[in-house]
T-cell receptor, first 117, second 112 residues
């Protein structure tokens, strides 16, 4: 499985500001994913980020609020823009397993705990 | 749309005993995959076990095994010889149509 790191691990931010979360993988991967986990809730997919193309957003998530970059096959960023207290969540990135070996599972980073005051 | 349902918000088990976590799902896909993930307080999501829908044989990983009932769309997780380190949130997940969908989770407590 891939080793995935995220920065920052946690942050406390003021309303109206933006935070960029970084996700680094130790191997090249085609598909990277960003999830939100609100307090006490399950994981919800925000978007899928493939290198060299625009991210694909799920219903309820828009690029202006959650812009994503995917400059290469080992790195991605998620920005949470114009934050409000409702954005307080854990944000996780994940990568897909090797499809040519039947890897449909996803491996997750340690998450970024965001608190918005 | 695909859905995953975990009807047990919380479960507890005595250390060294066996516990079964329930999961049902719904999908229109014929080709899909099922997973159980564990999320301890550290919040790291850890893959526990996977099951390919086309395989009839139930997956097993050491103390963890599943009971996959395809016709009933049921996918339960059995943990044998429970250990203190098994305490966590457990999420059932379904991969289909290029998307991974999670259930709401079951919080497992291990009683020493």
């Amino acid at each position: 499985s891939a080793v995935i790191s995220q920065k920052p691990s946690r942050d406390i931010c003021q309303r109206g500001t933006s935070l960029t979360i970084q996700c680094q993988v130790d191997s090249q991967v085609t598909m990277m994913f960003w999830y939100r986990q609100q307090p006490g809730q399950s994981l919800t997919l925000i978007a899928t980020a493939n290198q060299g193309s625009e991210a694909t957003y799920e219903s309820g998530f828009v690029i202006d609020k959650f812009p994503i970059s995917r400059p290469n096959l080992t790195f991605s960023t998620l920005t949470v823009s114009n934050m409000s207290p409702e954005d307080s969540s854990i944000y996780l990135c994940s990568v897909g397993g090797p499809r040519d070996r039947g890897g449909y599972e996803q491996f997750f980073g340690p998450g970024t705990r965001l608190t918005v005051l | 749309a695909q859905t995953v349902t975990q009807s047990q918000p919380e479960m507890s088990v005595q250390e060294a005993e066996t516990v079964t976590l329930s999961c049902t799902y719904d999908t229109s896909e014929s080709d899909y995959y099922l997973f159980w993930y564990k999320q301890p307080p550290s919040r790291q999501m850890i893959l526990v076990i996977r099951q390919e829908a086309y395989k009839q044989q139930n997956a097993t990983e050491n103390r963890f095994s599943v009971n996959f009932q395809k016709a009933a769309k049921s996918f339960s997780l059995k943990i044998s010889d429970s250990q203190l380190g098994d305490a966590a949130m457990y999420f059932c997940a379904l991969f289909g149509n290029e998307k991974l969908t999670f259930g709401t989770g079951t919080r497992l407590t291990i009683i020493p």
